[in-house]
T-cell receptor
Framework: EAGVTQFPSHSVIEKGQTVTLRCDPISGHDNLYWYRRVMGKEIKFLLHFVKESKQDESGMPNNRFLAERTGGTYSTLKVQPAELEDSGVYFC???????????FGEGSWLTVV | TQLLEQSPQFLSIQEGENLTVYCNSSSVFSSLQWYRQEPGEGPVLLVTVVTGGEVKKLKRLTFQFGDARKDSSLHITAAQPGDTGLYLCAGPFNAGNMLTFGGGTRLMVKP
């Protein structure tokens, strides 16, 4: 069974540019989460999808961040325009539900210069 | 202020030594999870503790959940270089199973 895959693994962009991160969850996992870890801080929750619906987006830092999960399969997280403080690693995780294990992807490292 | 405080933040020991890392909170958690993260990888779940006072063992790793379900510890016996990594504790903070993480303990085991 393939794990959670994320793309790109690393991205370096200039302040003001746009970046789109993609996450492919494990097949059959309805729950998809985005987390991020910025330098020196703990991993923090961004949002939660159940299938194609946003269940909770309370962790999204501001309106420069837009997440979608069209068709309830893969998800994208777009940052537009990117700011320096957006640098960090963005993790995607998927979960079947009901006491099963949450699986994390390897993360997408974003550097905004 | 972090909801989950982990200590120590960094730990460097020699192979064969024992160690304990801690995860503390002022809040009660229904469960706590321990993850290990290696460079370039995402966190990988090691164990979930659910019952206050529960002890779980995973080979040389022993996990304990505090009686009041506000803290947890991870004890490693006879550490090996392969134990090197970032150890994270996390707990759910609402019904959607979203996790709040501690800052992590970065462990280095020298041969």
């Amino acid at each position: 069974e393939a794990g959670v895959t994320q793309f790109p693994s690393h991205s370096v962009i200039e302040k003001g540019q746009t970046v789109t991160l993609r996450c492919d969850p494990i097949s059959g996992h309805d729950n998809l989460y985005w987390y991020r870890r910025v330098m020196g801080k703990e991993i923090k929750f961004l949002l939660h999808f159940v299938k194609e619906s946003k269940q909770d987006e309370s962790g999204m830092p501001n309106n420069r961040f837009l997440a979608e999960r069209t068709g309830g399969t893969y998800s994208t997280l777009k940052v537009q325009p990117a700011e320096l403080e957006d640098s960090g690693v963005y993790f995607c995780a998927s979960y079947r539900g009901s006491g099963n294990t949450i699986y994390f992807g390897e993360g997408s490292w974003l550097t905004v210069v | 202020t972090q909801l989950l405080e982990q200590s120590p933040q960094f730990l460097s020991i020699q192979e064969g030594e024992n160690l304990t890392v801690y995860c503390n909170s002022s809040s009660v958690f229904s469960s706590l999870q321990w993850y290990r993260q290696e460079p370039g990888e995402g966190p990988v779940l090691l164990v979930t503790v659910v019952t206050g006072g529960e002890v779980k063992k995973l080979k040389r790793l022993t996990f304990q959940f505090g009686d009041a379900r506000k803290d947890s510890s991870l004890h490693i016996t006879a550490a090996q270089p392969g134990d090197t990594g970032l150890y994270l504790c996390a707990g759910p903070f609402n019904a959607g199973n979203m996790l709040t993480f501690g800052g992590g303990t970065r462990l280095m085991v020298k041969p």
